[in-house]
Every structure is written in structure tokens, then in C-alpha cells.
């Protein structure tokens, strides 16, 4: 679709989603190195985690029989074991075993007391009737994971955790999808880069620090290809290295109706321009479709980006976050959304989905409200500095009074 008409959002993520595959190289990393990078395979279990029956609490095992409703129970410390030894010793009916956290349940117990639940006298434990049921305090084995089964699925960006748990099987070494490699550049004869003087008429490159950060937030490997001057043969020799170089190519700039705009032709000549134009704001002139590869079979994927500040970075969560994700093997992981009471009035008309800029928070009510950050202009990027969320007005959706609910999509740690 190249023409005056523009896609909705949801029409353009699902044209996006249908067009891309995942990357399928692999590479296998030692644990230490993995966080962040998406599970190519499935991480089995090999063993029962934990492998043994072991107590929860420092206090004292005892078989969980020997208590008796309504009475007091009184048991003989007859032994001790401590996390690591492998007790062995077979204990007689009215005898207990001090016990450490973590240690091995002896053979036949089944029950553990804290030791601030009972009381210790000449040698004896007394528990008062109530204090527990049989098995408790006891961790069985393989109540975590048991040996076969998946502990981690395929498509994980991993995180702490499942570092964590991969550890705890044993295993120092994952299948991780190779990293997705994404090019980007600048485009505007008025883009100055830091460090640079700002001479009249000019303003500083802001796009490609905030799309760096984002391709960083989702551990993609970026290719920074700099400033590119509103030059058509400029421009082609840059995005020729990009195509060459990487599965993605990240512009911004360049993709509206101006004299200057060539990024969009350049597509049309290079590949194919899937859509162009979504009918959202800010963003709405942003193109998408495939790159040619010399001698190769699969495309690169060319999202161009508009220009303006604001709208770079919310055609970014809206359309490439996701479809970078998919492309580099994870499993989806759509930002959090929720609904919260809005407390501003905000015009719109129906026929396009906007995304303003808010603040979310609990109310004094302990509730979800949001509040808009301020002039919402599609250069403002103090409005997405200072947001924590995106306001997503749907596109059938018109005004919206103060007070009303609207849609949400959090930024989280992760975007
Ligand atoms: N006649 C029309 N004009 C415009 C339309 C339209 O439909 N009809 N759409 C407007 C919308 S909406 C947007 S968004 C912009 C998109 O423009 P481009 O993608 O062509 O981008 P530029 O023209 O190159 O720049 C727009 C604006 O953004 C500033 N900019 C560009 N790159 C950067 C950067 N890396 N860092 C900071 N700021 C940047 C640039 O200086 C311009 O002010 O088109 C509207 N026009
Ligand atoms: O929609 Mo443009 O993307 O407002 O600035
Ligand atoms: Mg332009």
C-alpha cells in the first residue's frame, strides 16, 4: 500500500508479524555469558532438583506419626545431621534428629519443627498440640524440577533466574540464538553529532542515542552507521553497506512527502515497500518491507522510521520492538498494558490510534491513573523523557473526557 491510504496499527503489526521469520543461527555460550540472549533450544533437566528429600528449617526431623491430636509431643534428640552429610542412621519410634536447613531428611522422617516451636529440655523436644501436620517443613525431592522434564523453554530471553535454575541442574553451557544484527543510521542535512559545533539552522542527532538504547535494551547487536546527508547516492551506498552487514536496517528521517524524503524510494528500489503511511500519531509516515540481498536467499527488513523525535521512538515500541524479538527467536513478550483512569481530557477523532505520552501511578484509592506529560508534539521528546508509558486511544476511539479509562502500554525494564 503506497498510496494516500493508511494501514491501522493493528493492520500494519499483523502484515509486519506474517512477513518476518526468525533467524535460525545458533551459537552455544558458557552460563555466565548468557543473560539476555534468547534460548535457542529447550533446557532439560537431568537430574531431580532438589535430588533429595531435605528440611526446610533448622529444628528437629522426626516421622510425622508420632504426632497425636490434642496431645503434646515429647521426642528424644537422637542424632544430628548437617546440610551436606548423608544420613544414614534409621531412628527408633520416639526419637527425633536435630536437623540444619538444606540437610538430607534421614531415612523415614518426614516432618520437621522449627526450633522456636518446640521446647529443648534434658535432651528432649516437647511440641504442643497445634503447632504442625505431618510432612511439614520438609522439601521433597524433585518439587522444583523433576529429571526430563523442560526447565527452560526455547524462545527465553534469559534473566537472572533462569540463570539461576540452569545453574542449579548442573549445566554450564546454553544454546542461544545468534545475536540479530540490526544497522542504523540518521538521516537530514540539519543533523549535527556530538561533539560537533551547532551551527545555524541545525540540531543535534537525538534519534540515534534513543534508538541505540533501545536495540541495547533488547541485546541486539547494533551497527551504528552514523549521519547520512539527504543525498539519493549517499543514502544508497549506506544502506548497501547496512543490507550487506546486518538482518535489519533501522533509518530515521526521510520517509514523509518532502523534497528531501528519499528514504522511501530508496526501499521501493532496493526492495519492496510492504506499506507505507500507518493511520496513528505521531508516526504516521513509516515504511516497511524487504531488502534484496546480493547472493543471498533472505531478505533484510527495512523499517524506516519518521523522523520526528517523538515518533522515531513510538513507531520503535509500536512496530519494530516486537517483530525484533521475533525475528531474533524469543518467544513474545508484549509490553505490559493495562487500563488506568485518565486524569486529563484529551481530543481526538476517530480513524487513527494515538499514543500520547504518560505518567502512570497508583491513586489515593490504590488505583491505576494517568496523567499526560505536558505539550505532546511529535518533536517533544521531554513528553517520552518523562513518561513511564505509553496512552494508546484506539483507533475507533474519539475525545476522551477526564476521568475515563483508558489503555496503557508500560515500559518496563526491558524496552
Ligand atoms: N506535507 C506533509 N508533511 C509532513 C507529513 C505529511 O503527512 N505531509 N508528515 C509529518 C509527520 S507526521 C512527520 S513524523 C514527519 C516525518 O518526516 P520524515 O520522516 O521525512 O523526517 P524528516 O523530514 O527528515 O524530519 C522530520 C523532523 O524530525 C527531525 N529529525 C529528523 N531526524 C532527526 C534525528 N536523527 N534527531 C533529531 N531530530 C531529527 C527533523 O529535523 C525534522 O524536524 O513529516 C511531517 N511532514
Ligand atoms: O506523526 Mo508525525 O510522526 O507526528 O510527527
Ligand atoms: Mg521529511
Redesign the pocket.
Known amino acids: 500500500m503506497t498510496g494516500g491510504d493508511s494501514l491501522d496499527v493493528a493492520a500494519a503489526r499483523a502484515a509486519i508479524a506474517a512477513a518476518i521469520r526468525p533467524i535460525t543461527g545458533r551459537e552455544t555460550l558458557p552460563l555466565r555469558q548468557a543473560l539476555g540472549r534468547i534460548l535457542a533450544e529447550d533446557v532439560i533437566s537431568p537430574i531431580d532438583v532438589p535430588a533429595h528429600d531435605n528440611s526446610a528449617m533448622d529444628g528437629y526431623a522426626f516421622a510425622g506419626s508420632a504426632l497425636v491430636d490434642g496431645l503434646e509431643t515429647v521426642l528424644r534428640v537422637a542424632a544430628t545431621v548437617h546440610a551436606g552429610d548423608v544420613p544414614t542412621m534409621t531412628t527408633a519410634p520416639g526419637d527425633c534428629v536435630r536437623i540444619m536447613t538444606g540437610a538430607v531428611m534421614p531415612p523415614g522422617l518426614d516432618t520437621v519443627v522449627p526450633q522456636e516451636l518446640c521446647r529443648l529440655e534434658d535432651g528432649r523436644i516437647h511440641i504442643a498440640p497445634g503447632t504442625l501436620r505431618a510432612g511439614d517443613n520438609r522439601r521433597l525431592r524433585g518439587e522444583d524440577l523433576t529429571r526430563g522434564r523442560p526447565a527452560v523453554a526455547a524462545g527465553q530471553r534469559l534473566r537472572p533466574a533462569d540463570l539461576g535454575l540452569i545453574a542449579s541442574l548442573g549445566i554450564a553451557e546454553v544454546a542461544v540464538v545468534r545475536r540479530l544484527r540490526v544497522a542504523l543510521f ?3 542535512n ?2 549535527r553529532t556530538l561533539g560537533q559545533p551547532l551551527n545555524a539552522g541545525c ?1 543535534y ?4 542515542y534513543s534508538l541505540m538504547g533501545a536495540l541495547d535494551r533488547l541485546g541486539v547487536e547494533v551497527i551504528d552507521l552514523g549521519l547520512v546527508r539527504d543525498d539519493p547516492e549517499a543514502l544508497a551506498t549506506t544502506l548497501d553497506e547496512a543490507i550487506a552487514r546486518a538482518d535489519v536496517v533501522l533509518t ?7 523534497d528531501a ?1 528519499f528514504t522511501k524510494d530508496l526501499l521501493a528500489r532496493r526492495g519492496e515497500i510492504a506499506f507505507w503511511k500507518v493511520a496513528m500519531r ?4 513509516f515504511a516497511f518491507g524487504p531488502l534484496r540481498r546480493a547472493e543471498q536467499a533472505d531478505a533484510a527488513w527495512l523499517f524506516a522510521l ?4 517523538v ?1 522515531a521512538l513510538v513507531t520503535f515500541y509500536a512496530f519494530v520492538r516486537d517483530a525484533l524479538l521475533t525475528l531474533g527467536g524469543a518467544a513474545p513478550q508484549p509490553l505490559p498494558v493495562l487500563r488506568a483512569r485518565c486524569t486529563t481530557a484529551v481530543r481526538k477523532r476517530p480513524g487513527r490510534t494515538e499514543f500520547q505520552r504518560g505518567i502512570v501511578s497508583p491513586d489515593a484509592d490504590g488505583r491505576w491513573a494517568v496523567r499526560l506529560t505536558g505539550t505532546q508534539g ?2 517533544v521528546l521531554r513528553s517520552m523523557s518523562e513518561a513511564n508509558a505509553l496512552v494508546v486511544l484506539g483507533h475507533a476511539q474519539g475525545s476522551v473526557a477526564a476521568g475515563d479509562e483508558v489503555e496503557v502500554w508500560l515500559f518496563d525494564g526491558l524496552v
Not at 205 to 208: A, E, G, L, T, V
Not at 252 to 258: A, E, F, K, W, Y
Open positions: 540518521s538521516t537530514g540539519e543533523l540540531i542527532d537525538s534519534n540515534r530515521s528521517g526521510g520517509v514523509s512527502v518532502g524524503d505521531p508516526g504516521r509516515p519518521p523522523g520526528n523525535p515518533a511529535a518533536g
